[in-house]
């Protein structure tokens, strides 16, 4: 009795709504992103050439990811591209002092670092309660600044052939590093999402004061999530750093990319929905256009415009209500025609 | 002077009202009852000109008509007061009354007129506390409302007023006022619909009393010879028998499980209780007597400053959420979709939240069946995100995630708030049998029949603290005695 049918009907419709709302399209973005890639460049599955496709998009995949886990629980985090830039310059730099560190130091040492930025992020936007949009912005500009006076705007030194393998080497001479790291954040992602950790940050994203006072440590997990972005940007400069070398631009816009990707994944801005799958499938669809784009004889200039018009389609299309726009449109509206 | 006749309205096919028949007369407080889903929410919308009828018609003072728009509507002299306010904060009395009206002079907004009139208006509903040019925000909900009034009032020769559920958002002491204001209304010939859950205030002001049931129409009462138990009855369209389950015999109540002495914070003093196992302690006291405060402190949301606190036999004042819910205590809070439920997550996901968060033993899912059936739950699968469910499962939701967390002591906030008679029964059994389960449970509850019903002692706040403590049965009129009392002593009876 406290269901009628109407009602019933309605969540069926807004259940399926919901499914092909927050996943689905980008699944199907993705699939006709590839087939259009297939049609245009017939070598393009080739295993080489596919697995290479992977790699590029492989920073991008694991950025997306990281950037997820911040925005589902209410946030944005727009120091990623600064890391990345920032974890690069510095490798770099720390190669040119010691030439001769392991390679595997370097990395664990960056993905800390990374970390470390995340935790400052996190913690500045849950204990000073400072908007993470500011935060992560202030981030930004304050490692970017950091790094051209470092640099002077050209960075010096060389990374040895051993940290670059990563980002460009394959594993057994034919899988890429950089294909198994993106598989690798993609199993933890999705095991996370599935602990507790993962479902107690979508409560929190879906409304705090309740999850606060079912016991959830708000500022805890929120400032997990930005270490965790912080992680995978560190993770994603490591890739950048040995796939396409050393420059102080080479995180550039990677935070907005990186955020086109989550929102084309069908992930609510404001936090409390969507899949880190749909997210990373977000990022190859992405990277898919820009490819399409480039072989099309697109100018890459034109990337960014595409992907202005790629974030306000995508958000856009999330919130329109179609039923109040068909209603609209079957009523007529005249004016105060009083009988 | 106002009929509807055999409206009936389908959706996708689905058909909410069948047949719905309806007629006021001027001056007329005609109120409108049932449980959430009947359509009474689709019939004023219909009446309203939001909806076309698929059939049936609209006759009001003679003329039949056929509004395929709100404006339309109004014109006619229909007056729609929703729930929430469209009112902007910012602007004055005076422009939200004339907001997309305002008169013109010479090209210009006419501010004087404007306001002139707003002042009449107010005179007419003899309001003296709202001048035309105060800024809407800088008024209580109660005067917002009648802003409303005054709004849709102004806006044509209105003969009919619709009201949906018009005491939801007020205190209790606004609500006099408002009754005040609809019988003025009434008294200058306009016809009120008046729709609430609240049959009390049903009783209080109408006239007569229509149940809708399923989209139709059961019965048109007249007022004065029914009763609340046959208004239910139409309702719910069964006996609900005794509203109430049994109370706890004197051997069900056990130990002590939280007790407080001398404790106190900014907005309470001198608190001493002792909640016991198996024993539902009710709570009275009127808006901001310290009720919700008290509730927020015993589970450390706003939490003691002063005195001791022990439960379980330990002593432990929480000083946040999480301790108290470690010492084995719950809250479902009043405000459920504020604070209660994580509305875009699923049924399973909200059920295990507590557990998840404190105990960190969530991945354990096989449990949510046996939690959900435990409060009996109607949902579409555990994956039905819980904004799609009816009130009185959300609560049963929140509920569920306190049980799976193993609670010893229970605090409920207005638990059965928004949440339809059938409901309602069902959520106070499920209490009852947690008193009996072992726990001690705590109601807060400004309906004094729930109170009274579902207590085996009620005690009294006023001022923030306690002013005394009843027996199980107690009258309404010896609760109200003890909440009104200005000059109660802080002597905290109760133990």
């Known amino acids: ?339 | 002077m106002l009929t509807m006749q055999d409206v009936s309205k389908s959706f996708l096919g689905v058909r909410v009202l069948h047949g719905v028949s309806l007629d006021l007369e001027p001056g007329e407080v005609h109120a409108l009852v049932g449980e959430n889903g009947a359509g009474k929410s689709t019939l004023m919308k219909v009446l309203a000109g939001e909806y076309a009828p698929d059939e049936g018609t609209i006759t009001l003072d003679g003329t039949v008509h056929a509004f395929s728009h709100p404006v339309q509507a109004q014109a006619a002299g229909i007056g729609l007061i929703h729930q929430e306010f469209a009112l902007l904060p910012h602007r004055t009395v005076a422009e939200n009354v004339f907001l997309g009206r305002e008169p013109v002079r010479r090209g210009f907004v006419d501010r004087r007129a404007m306001e002139r009139r707003t002042a009449e208006l107010l005179a007419e509903l003899d309001e003296t506390g709202i001048t035309p040019r105060t800024l809407v925000k800088d008024l209580s909900v109660a005067r917002q409302q009648t802003v409303e009034i005054v709004k849709a009032l102004a806006a044509s020769d209105v003969r009919v007023l619709v009201m949906d559920e018009p005491t939801a958002p007020l205190a209790d002491h606004e609500v006099e006022l408002l009754y005040a204001l609809i019988r003025r209304l009434a008294a200058r010939g306009i016809g009120i619909l008046y729709i609430s859950h609240r049959l009390r205030e049903v009783f209080d002001l109408s006239r007569r009393i229509t149940v809708l049931k399923d989209g139709r129409k059961v019965a048109t009462l007249t007022t004065a010879d029914t009763t609340a138990d046959e208004v239910v009855r139409a309702m719910v369209g069964r006996e609900l028998g005794s509203y109430y389950p049994p109370r706890a015999g004197p051997e069900e109540i056990g130990e002590p499980l939280l007790t407080t002495a001398g404790a106190g914070n900014e907005r309470l003093a001198g608190i001493d209780l002792t909640l016991r196992a198996g024993e539902v302690t009710g709570v009275a006291g009127l808006q901001g007597s310290g009720r919700t405060s008290l509730v927020r402190a015993l589970f450390g949301a706003a939490p003691f400053t002063r005195g001791h606190m022990t439960v379980t036999g330990r002593a432990l004042r929480p000083a946040s959420p999480r301790q108290a819910i470690r010492g084995g205590i719950a809250l479902v809070t009043e405000d459920r979709k504020g604070e209660g439920l994580a509305l875009r997550q699923s049924v399973r996901d909200n059920a295990l939240l507590v557990t998840r968060a404190v105990h960190g033993e969530g991945a354990q899912a096989g449990g949510v069946a046996g939690l959900l059936e435990r409060v009996n739950l109607r949902s579409r699968g555990h994956d039905q995100e819980v904004q799609y469910l009816s009130g009185g499962n959300q609560q049963k939701v929140v509920i569920a995630k306190w049980l799976a967390a193993g609670p010893r002591v229970l605090l409920f906030d207005e638990p059965t708030r928004g949440v339809d008679v059938g409901a309602k029964a069902a959520i106070h059994t499920l209490v009852r049998e947690l008193a009996r389960d072992g726990m001690a449970v705590l109601i807060v509850s400004s309906e004094l029949p729930e109170l009274i019903g579902m207590s085996d002692r009620i005690l009294v706040m006023s001022d923030g603290t306690l002013a005394g403590e009843l027996p199980a049965g107690a009258g309404e009129e010896d609760i109200m005695r003890l909440a009104t009392a200005s000059d109660a002593t802080p002597e905290g009876s109760a133990a």
Not at chain 1, 32 to 47: H, K, N, Q, R, S
Not at chain 1, 48 to 63: C, E, Y
């Open chain 1, 1 to 339: 009795m406290t269901t009628t049918t109407p009602s019933a009907t309605t969540t069926v419709f807004a259940g399926v709504g919901r499914r092909l709302g927050t996943g689905a399209p980008v699944y199907v973005l993705l699939a006709v992103l590839l087939a259009a890639l297939a049609i245009t460049d017939p070598g393009f599955y080739e295993p080489d050439s596919f697995l290479a496709f992977i790699k590029r998009a492989a920073p991008l995949v694991i950025l997306a990811a990281g950037q997820y886990m911040v925005i589902v629980s209410g946030g944005f985090d727009l120091s990623v591209g600064a890391v990345v830039t920032a974890g690069v310059v510095a490798g770099a730099e720390f190669y040119g002092s010691y030439p001769d560190a392991p390679w595997l130091l370097v990395t664990a040492g960056l993905l800390l670092a990374g970390a470390i930025v995340g935790l400052v992020n996190g913690l500045i936007s849950t204990v000073l309660l400072v908007p993470s949009f500011i935060t992560t912005l202030g981030m930004m500009l304050i490692l970017e600044g950091a790094v051209f006076y470092w640099t002077g705007g050209s960075p010096q030194g060389v990374l040895p052939e051993s940290f670059r393998s990563f980002g460009r080497g394959e594993a057994g001479g034919w899988l890429p590093w950089a294909v198994l790291a993106c598989l690798a954040v993609g199993a933890i992602a999705v095991w996370l999402m599935r602990s507790d950790f993962g479902r107690t940050l979508l409560a929190t994203g879906d409304n705090e004061r309740a999850a606060a006072l079912a016991g959830v440590r708000v500022p805890r997990v929120r400032t997990l999530a930005f270490v965790l972005s912080g992680t995978a940007a560190a993770l994603a400069a490591v890739l950048v750093a040995g796939f396409s070398g050393v420059s102080a631009q080479a995180g550039r816009g990677l935070e907005f990319e990186a955020i086109t990707a989550v929102v084309l994944g069908g992930v609510i801005l404001g936090g409390g929905r969507g899949s880190v799958v749909a997210a990373m499938a977000g990022a190859f669809s992405l990277q898919a256009l820009f490819t399409l784009l480039n072989l099309q004889g697109v100018s890459g200039a034109l990337e960014s415009t595409v992907q202005g018009f790629i974030v306000i389609a995508a958000v856009g299309l999330g919130a329109a209500d179609f039923s109040r726009l068909r209603r609209r449109r079957s009523q007529p509206s005249e004016g105060k025609s009083s009988s």
